[in-house]
């Protein structure tokens, strides 16, 4: 298992509503093309943070940034914030490559994520 002292919050996902001028606009405040482009998904890598833009708010329907914060064990954490009083708005699942991601609200309805690499 990795150092927990590499896990937080390293990835951020934007809705958007036009997939190519949001790409032009990051690039440009990014100083790079993104790593991963495609039709659903548009992800830069940069200092350690991963910025990703979503057309739509995807599958989800995110209407505003989401911060994932990374950890060793999703399930662990996902009951730890539930039983703290977070509500689960999307369950684990697996995005592909290993990948498991949740959503959950936190007391005050902001929407924080958790991700998993395996």
Known sequence: MSDPATYGFKTV???????AKAKAVYAALL???PQTDSPYYVGFDVAGQHIGL???????GMTSPVAYWHVPDIEASLAAVTAAGAVVAEPV???GRGRLVATFTDVDGNVL???QDQ
């Open 93 to 95: 699942r697996d995005v």
């Open 13 to 19: 996902l934007h809705p958007v509503t036009d997939l």
């Open 31 to 33: 100083g790079t093309d």
């Open 54 to 60: 979503v057309p739509g708010g995807g599958p989800q």
């Open 113 to 115: 994520g958790l991700i």
